[in-house]
């Protein structure tokens, strides 16, 4: 398995936008799958910001990415880590650890000091890499964690 980023492998993104629509869309039910679709195309563009990795071997395992902002209500928080994925079958193997901890590596190496993340129910999976508890507050109607690690 490797880490690479998404711009070196664009076929993935149409599946990852499912998996992250299947997984997170009752976050935000006003977005469509093709919505996400076409907002995650920025992500190959050469900005770092917002960027997607992705853990491949023959097949695709997961991702995590680095973006502007991923929660409307919190926008003066930037930038943040999100759509940390690990499809279920390759689940409780270190991969999203991997991915959590090049995407933190990457951030550092583009110069961010401080990221932010929110969980509805992983909060001490990123403990255990070192983020801390912002503030749990709810999130269109959801109880999350807001947290955040400094590089």
């Known amino acids: 398995m490797q880490i690479i ?17 299947e997984q997170w869309s009752y976050l935000n039910p006003e977005k469509t799958l093709a919505e996400r ?59 999203g650890s991997r991915l959590v901890l090049h995407a933190m590596e ?4 583009n110069k961010i000091k401080t990221l932010y993340l929110y969980t509805p129910d992983r909060d001490a999976f990123y403990a255990r890499l070192g983020w801390s508890k912002l503030e749990k507050t709810d999130y269109h109607g959801y109880p999350v964690t807001i947290m955040s690690v400094n590089l």
């Open 106 to 109: 990457q951030a550092k190496n």
């Open 5 to 21: 980023n998404l711009k070196e492998v664009p076929g993935h993104l149409e599946t990852l936008a499912n998996w992250h629509h």
């Open 37 to 95: 679709i076409e907002k995650m195309q920025s992500h190959l563009m050469p900005d770092f910001i917002p960027t997607t990795f992705v853990a491949v071997g023959q097949e695709l395992f997961g991702s995590a990415a680095i973006i502007e902002c991923d929660m409307d209500t919190r926008k003066e928080l930037s930038p943040w880590l999100a759509s940390v994925f690990v499809a279920p079958e390759f689940r409780k193997q270190g991969i």
